[in-house]
Every structure is written in C-alpha cells, then in structure tokens.
C-alpha cells in the first residue's frame, strides 16, 4: 500500500503507519486500512468509491459533505475516518433501495429542489435527519435543519417544498 | 390528431428534470469523481503575499517525499514557453511565477504525486524566498501618480492603467445638463464578490504519448473556447484536444477563464505520461479565480422639473487585479456597461470607464450576468431611486413616467441599443398590486409612530441577453454564434448536442422540450449531450444568458431543418406533393384529407428504410445560430423590509418578483433560476463580499469569512408572470437566469433606504451589514466604500 487506504488484502508501504477499521456504511460492514489522518469524506469518496459525498468546503461550513452518523447529520470533510472505527454510517447511495427512492429523492424531483446538483446529497441527509425525529416539520424547523447545508443555485424555496412534499408522503406511508 | 404539446413535455411543461434522476442519487458526473487509471495528484503552492519579487525557490526537499513525482515552477513553465498565457481579454496571466507575485493566492510552484495528501505534504516543503514590495489594493492607490507599477512585465505599460474607455454621445450630454432644471447625483461602490460556486474548478489532463492525443476533463462553462486556445497556448493540433466539461457544480461565471491550474496539469501530463487531475480547495476558489464587481461608479441625472429624465452621465473606475482577465466581448471594455438605463426613454447620455490594475485576484467575469450589466443596473436604479426623492416624486410614478412605453418598440437607447419589446408598465403595475403599493405609504407612516421603520424598495431593468450577433460580439476574435446538432434515429428517437454547456440550468430537460414542440418527438425519446468538443459542435459556452437566446435558437433551427426534409419523405410516403402537404405537431397530413397523415417517427423509419429516389438517407443535421440581435427581457422587483432602529438589523417581509423573458420553455425551470438569482441579490445586499487589507491579504478566503446566505437568513419568494415574446428569436425566448442577480441587489437596498430615507441618509454601499445601517441611522450619514479591515497591533 503506498496510498492512504486500501481494502485489506494490500500490504502498506514501509513507514506509512496504517490503522485497520471497520464501518458500517450503508449496512454493510467495510474493513479498510487507513492512515490516520485520512478524512472521512475522502475514505467514502476515494476508498469506498462512493463519490455521491461531495467536498465542497473543506472548513464545515458548506455541508456538501454530510451524511449520517449513527443517525446524526455530520460533516465528513472535517471528521477522521478513524473517528468512524465501529461506526454506522448512511450516505446518499444508501437512500434508494433497488426499486424504489425514497421520499426525500423524490420531492427533491418533484419540487425542483436542485439545479446543478452538487449540495444535493448533503442537504436530502440534513433532511433525513430532520423527517427522521420529525416527519410533520413547519417551514422554519426545515429551514433551520437545513441551515448547515449551503445552496448557491436555488434559493432554497424549493427545497424547504421538496422536504414538506417528502414529509407528507413520509407520513401517508407510515399510515 | 395533433399531439398535446404539454403531454409530450414540450413548450410550457413544467418537465421533470432529466438530470435529476442521477444527481438525486449521488450518481453526478463531477470532475473530482472521474478517477482513471494511473492517475496522479497536482497541488498548487500560492503565494502568501500580494506582491513581491521572487527571489529563489528550492523544490529540493518536496523531492525527498516519497510519492513525489514531478514539482514545476515557473522556470520550468518559462523554458517550454509556458510561463505566462493570454487571457480572454488580450491580456497576459502568469502560469507559474518567474519574477514577481502580484496577488495573494497567486500560482508559484505545482506538486504532482501519487496521492492528493503527499502532494500537499510536498507543497509545504517547497521554500520560496520573496523581497516584499507595496501592495496597491485599490484603483486610487493604482492610479496615484508614485505608484508602483504592478505589471512591470509588460512593454509601454502606462502606470498601473488596464484601459480607458468611453462611449455615448457627450456634446448632446452636456447640453442635457445645461437644460436641465434638477441634476440628481449617486456616487456608489459595487463591492467585489466571487461566484463561489458550491464546486470549485479542476481538471484532469490526460496525454497520450502513443496517440498524441490530449484529453482534459475540466470544470469549464465554454468547453470549445478552451479547445481553441489550448490549441494557439500549447501549440498542439486541435483536433488532437479533447476537451471535456463533465457535470459542473455550478459556475455563475467563475468557471469561464481559463484558469493557470488546467494549463499546469496538462504539462504535468505530457512530462509524466500519465493522467494528472488537479482539483482546487475552496480556499484558492476563493483567492485566485474570477470574482465579479469591484467597481466604482458616479454619476449624474439631468431631470427637467416634471420629472422627465433628460440625460446620464456615468463614470466607472474598476479595479481587474493582477491581470486583466475579464471575459466579456472584445469590443467592449467594460462589458456591457453602456446597457445602464435601456428601460427608460432619455435622449442623451455618456459613459467614461477606466480600468485598473492592482494586486488582488484578476478579474472580473461576469458573476451572474451578461458583462458588468449587474452593475449598470445596480447604478441604474439606486440613481433611479435618489433622483425620485430628489424631485420630491414618488418612486413607482417616476419610473412609470420615465421607461420606454409599449408603442415605442423597436426603441434605440441613448448608446445605441435596440430594445425591441416588452410591456414595462403592466409589469409595474401588478408588482405594486402584489406588495400592496397603494396602502404603503400610510402604513410606513403608520409604522414610524410605532417606532417601527418599514421600506418598500423597486427596481425595474432591461437585460441585455443572448451576446451575440456577429457584427458586434467576439471574444479573442471568434464570434458569439451557438450551434446544435440533431439526430433523429430510425425508430423517431433522437439525440441532440449543442455547443452550450450546463452548470444546473437544466439544458438536458429543456433543450428536449424544444425539440418536442418543433417536430412533436416526445422529450423523453430525446437524449441531449453537451461539453464533449470532440463530439458536440462548436459552440461558446454558457454566461451572460446566451444559452438559450442563442444554442435554445440553434435547436429550434436545427428541428426545422429536420422537419423540412422529413415533409419531402412524408410527400413521398403519402404520394402527393408537397405543396400538398400540412403539418400538425407530431404529423403531416394530405390538406384535402386530414385523415391521411404519417407521424414523424414513420418519416424517420422511412429516411432510413424507404426515402425517396435521389435523396441522401438519413434524418440528421446542424445549425449554427448567429442572432440578429440581443434578446431583453424586463424585470420588475418589490422588495419590502422591517429595519430595527435599535441595531440596524433588516428583516426582508415581502420580496415579489415579475418577469418578463418572453416565452417560457420549462415554466418549474424559469423560476427556479429567479429564485436562485434573487438569492445571489439578498446575499450581496447583505453580506457577501470580498475585501483587501492593505497588505493586500484577501478577507474572505474562506467560507467563515465570505458569507453565504442560508435556508435560514433567506427570504421567500412571490412570482408574477408577464410574457411578451421576442420577436427575432424562433420560439419567442429572451432569457431569464441572470435577471434577479441583476436587478435584485438594488431593490434590497432600495428599500433600506426608503425605511431610514428620514435620517437624511442618501447611501449606504453593499453589503448593508447591521453595524453600517445603524451607523447610517444613528449619524444620518451616507455609508461609502468597503467595510474597514481592522489591522493588527
């Protein structure tokens, strides 16, 4: 291994001082060796080949980056992937099931709640997050959930609908 | 039975997005998730400081660094020729840096490794000796007499000036003022701001030795003109470049110029062999690419007592950076500056505007708009504005009183431009009925005894969009044409590509639609591809809303070329002439028998299966689009506020939003680009900017100081519709996704000033930050020029 992570059949290179950890992504257990100072969006990104978890900021402030962290909305441009040794973790890819998207996906769609695309993972997990505690949410609890998560295309309108339209199909399913 | 155009997803469905369908499931494009084999890691080392002699550079210690593959610097650049390149306003721009830096965040040296982290690692460990010289930040210290000359590296270089630029009539000016019975003056600072989209750029350059083919995926708006210039920069044949705008994370502008990173990247390639991929950290998003504004303006209005607005003088002074790398059409120096007040009917006018180059990130693009025509507005309309209360006039009436009526389209503007249709008035008048414009007045007054402070601020414009027809617009030569190509397939699908190139503005949805209301293929049996030079045709990218006044044009024509060719294999099918011939959407029939008809698809089959004698097989064709004249959309903007006298913090109440861009093709996709473009107007009216201090260190280098409206600080939208088509474009469109950046910025502040106007206060200058309303308010003096940079001890 002369790269920062590597699935575990690879040796590292000499002197490069790796951790072994294991997380869950998306339901299934990942093992991967990894030096320490390796981000977590990166290990999902270029370890794990899951590039639906954009960089956008680098400084946690603009949310491209979040996904779930045992449920919690997280920046993982600014988290160890070490830190996510032993832990669950939900990105976009994990949002659809074979068949079928879920709610969120959808009303981003219906909703128009995206235009160049690259906020979009980040925000429909802000959203995850919010519906999952909270599937009836007003407006502003949505325009606060969110408020982590920059957009420069859409002025946000359309997500706070996209999220609402998701909420109320969210809710007829649970009926 | 003709088709129903909204089922088929043509001219007027709100469509779903096509793109959406990847995006929604993290399955976008974007150059950071294109990996290919082999491929290597470029980092750029920048300059800490804005300017400086270089007086050494050891890479030596970068080499220890195992990973570590190849470190350039500008040396290196300089003996392949490489060192500086032109920029698309017949300037030049350092690659790499051989004798000075002249900005913070300027490109000095490149790593390139196998992993992004040894490369940075490397960065760190480049020494770089620099002889500091004084900064110049702004256009004063620029132009002050002792200066230091920041662009020593060129020839007859006259002190620190880029250009100086005038256009109008100034004899029929002058006299307007000596006519006039009011002069009302505005002197204004427009801060400079960067389109900071969400994706900053990158590239990834892949030369093939054994080919001899260069292949770079980039984030660029204008994937052709990049071809173009790679081929006359790096003196390789075009037609072994390959250039390729994978899905872009937005650009606003920012990802027009050719940026010193793609040029590296690529001799990174050809020296290594192997693919390099560049991507860039928000940081050097922020300090070295295209910004927008930065841009005194002053001038005057000559007002004859009634009202009647008489003559405009202007004067700009801009501040480019280090290099005057503004993209805008060649003629004009300043863009389209000269569009300032295209809505009104006034007789004379005059613009100056001088240019300037100091030691701050080179620039400016258009942010959001069509060449500097945010400015001209924002000028446009807080002028407007002062000159209303100036006269003692209300605001609306002023306006209804001064912008070119109905009747008098086509309409030639003071400098030159041809307006040619709109319904201006009707415009005003229902946004003054949806913010409740009759009640107001007494409510404001209502509300000051409350000790309450409301504002209603307007902002009325005409945009020039779809730059342009060949006689006027160019860049570095190659006229403002767009293009597009359509194949029909035998089975009645089709695939289209045009020379445009979408950032999020939805061209795969609604190119389609076109489509489907020329020739009645359903949108969803058509695939739209852009971005690939080596497969779509040449067009010149997509800014300043040219996307679909020009490539939306060039697919209406290419459909009707299609059409043409297939009513001949209809004749043929349906054994008549074709004078005989009428066509529905989706079908030709026989005039005389209605029933008698072939749809499209079977003209398809038939062109490859059963053509008439003589004619070439196939249904395929192109269309280069060169427009007859610029498309104006009008916009009419409320914007109503509450400001709190206590701590100068405006809340926005109410913002109402009428456009006119003529015909609507996806009616969900239009307001979605007024709602975003409102939102760029509220952040910088508020809080978005970028500044220097007198070191030149940019404030603002990062998301914790460049401030980005959230979901939480953003206002809600209300939109009115107005549609008065264009009357040169084929389906009637004149472009919408820069209107409310445009003309937005000056409704917000318009309507701060109305709520403190009692104070006195004439002016406060973006970004209207509580501290500077409250200051305006507490000391009823005008508020000018950049929030101070507070220094160290």
Excluded at chain 2, 7 to 23: C, H, M, Q, T, Y
Excluded at chain 2, 405 to 419: E, I, N, S, V
Aim: one cysteine or more; hydrophobic letters at 40%.
């Amino acid at each position: 291994m002369t790269s920062l992570y590597d699935e575990v059949q690879a040796a590292p290179a000499p002197g490069v001082v790796t951790r072994r950890v294991t997380i869950k992504v998306n339901g299934d257990d990942r093992t991967v060796d990894v030096e320490p100072r390796l981000l977590l969006a990166h290990l999902l990104r270029q370890g794990l080949k899951m590039t639906g978890t954009h960089s956008g900021c680098d400084s946690s402030n603009c949310g491209a980056c979040v996904i779930l962290f045992d449920g919690r909305p997280i920046k993982s441009c600014t988290m160890l992937a070490v830190q996510a040794d032993g832990h669950s973790l939900e990105t976009v890819e994990g949002l659809a099931s074979a068949s079928e998207l879920h709610p969120i996906q959808e009303g981003f769609k219906e909703e128009h709640g995206l235009h160049c695309g690259f906020c979009t993972p980040g925000m429909m997990l802000a959203a995850k997050a919010l519906l999952d505690k909270n599937n009836d949410p007003t407006e502003d609890e949505i325009r606060w959930a969110l408020s982590g998560n920059l957009c420069r295309c859409t002025g946000y309108q359309n997500i706070v609908k996209s999220v609402l339209w998701a909420a109320k199909k969210m809710r007829a399913e649970s009926n | 039975m003709a088709l129903d155009e909204i089922k088929i997803g043509g001219l007027g469905a709100s469509r779903r997005r096509v793109e959406d369908n990847r995006f929604i499931r993290g399955k976008g494009n974007y150059i950071d998730d294109i990996v290919l084999p082999g491929m290597l890691h470029m980092e750029i080392l920048r300059s800490p400081v804005a300017h400086a002699r270089i007086k050494s550079i050891d890479v030596s210690k970068a080499y220890d660094i195992p990973g570590v593959r190849l470190v350039l610097t500008g040396e290196m650049m300089a003996a392949r020729n490489l060192a500086w390149m032109p920029t698309l306003s017949y300037d030049t721009q350092a690659v790499l840096a051989t004798d000075k830096v002249r900005f913070q965040g300027q490109e000095v040296a490149a790593v390139i490794a196998d992993d992004p982290y040894i490369a940075k690692d490397a960065c760190e460990a480049i020494v770089v000796e620099y002889e500091q010289l004084p900064a110049i930040v702004n256009p004063m210290q620029a132009m002050a007499a002792d200066s230091v000359v920041i662009r020593d590296d060129k020839e007859n270089q006259p002190g620190n000036k880029v250009f100086d630029w005038e256009i109008g009539d100034k004899a029929a000016t002058d006299k307007a003022f000596a006519d006039a019975d009011v002069i009302s003056k505005m002197e204004l600072h427009y801060p400079r701001s960067h389109p900071s989209p969400m994706e900053t750029c990158g590239s990834i350059a892949d030369f093939d030795r054994a080919t001899g083919k260069l292949t770079v995926y980039m984030t660029s708006q204008a994937p052709h003109i990049v071809r173009a210039a790679v081929a006359m920069v790096a003196e390789l044949p075009e037609h072994m470049i390959r250039i390729v705008s994978p899905d872009l994370g937005g650009g606003f502008g920012n990802k027009v110029p050719i940026y010193p990173g793609y040029v590296v990247s690529i001799l990174a390639s050809i020296l290594t062999e192997r693919p390099v991929k560049w991507i860039e950290d928000k940081t050097g998003n922020l300090i070295s690419t295209g910004f927008g504004r930065d841009v005194y303006l002053q001038g005057e209005l000559a007002l004859r007592k009634d009202g009647k607005m008489l003559g405009m003088r202007m004067k700009t002074i801009s501040d480019h950076g280090a290099f005057y790398a503004d993209a805008q059409p060649s003629k004009f120096k300043i863009g389209l500056m000269h569009s300032t007040f295209a809505c009104y009917d006034i007789p004379a006018a005059h613009l100056e505007s001088v240019g300037y180059y100091t030691n701050k990130a080179p620039g400016g693009v258009a942010y959001r708009c069509s060449f500097r025509v945010t400015e001209a507005m924002f000028f446009q309309e807080r002028m407007v504005h002062a000159a209303a209360n100036d006269l003692g006039m209300d605001q609306a009436e002023f306006r209804r009183m001064n912008l070119v009526k109905d009747d008098m389209f086509p309409y030639r503007t003071a400098f030159g431009f041809l307006t040619d249709s709109g319904q201006y008035g009707k415009c005003l008048d229902i946004g003054m009925k949806a913010i409740g414009y009759s009640t107001y007045k007494a409510e404001q007054a209502e509300a000051r005894k409350r000790g309450k402070l409301l504002g209603i601020g307007i902002s009325t414009m005409t945009e020039p969009l779809g730059a342009g027809n060949s006689r006027e617009y160019d860049i570095l030569g190659i006229k403002m044409f767009d293009s597009a190509e359509l194949r029909v397939h035998m089975t009645g699908k089709a695939i289209l590509r045009t020379g445009a190139m979408n950032q999020g503005q939805g061209h795969q949805t609604t190119w389609a639609q076109i489509v489907a209301h020329e020739l009645g293929i359903p949108a969803d049996d058509v695939t739209v591809e852009e971005g690939d030079t080596d497969t779509a045709p040449f067009g010149m990218g997509t800014y300043a809303s040219r996307s679909t006044p020009v490539a939306g044009a060039a697919v209406a024509m290419v459909s009707r070329k299609i059409r043409a060719k297939a009513r001949k294999i209809a004749a043929h099918l349906l054994e008549v002439s074709e004078e005989d011939i009428e066509w529905e959407l989706g079908r030709f029939y026989v005039r005389s028998n209605k029933e008698r008809g072939v749809t499209i698809q079977d003209c398809a089959l038939a062109a490859y299966s059963n053509m008439p004698d003589g004619m070439e097989p196939g249904l395929e064709n192109n269309a280069y689009y060169d427009p007859p004249n610029l498309t104006w959309p009008f916009a009419a903007y409320f914007v109503k506020v509450e400001v709190d006298a206590e701590t100068g913090v405006w809340d926005v109440l109410k913002v109402v939003a009428v456009d006119d861009c003529g015909v609507r093709i996806n009616p969900m996709v239009v307001e979605g680009q007024i709602m975003g473009g409102l939102t760029e107007a509220y952040a910088m009216a508020s809080m978005q900017y970028q500044t220097y201090d007198s070191e030149g260190n940019c404030i603002g280098a990062n998301y914790m100081d460049y401030l980005l409206p959230t979901a939480w600080e953003t206002p809600g939208f209300e939109l009115h519709e107005v549609v008065t088509p264009c009357p040169h474009h084929p389906i009637g469109a004149k472009g919408v996704g820069e209107c409310a950046t445009v003309a937005g910025p000056a409704a917000f502040v318009n309507a701060v000033i109305d709520a403190v106007g009692h104070t006195g206060v004439r002016n406060i200058d973006m970004p209207m930050m509580p501290n500077r309303v409250y200051e305006a308010l507490t000391t009823g003096k005008d508020i000018s020029g950049m929030p101070p940079v507070k220094m160290g001890d």
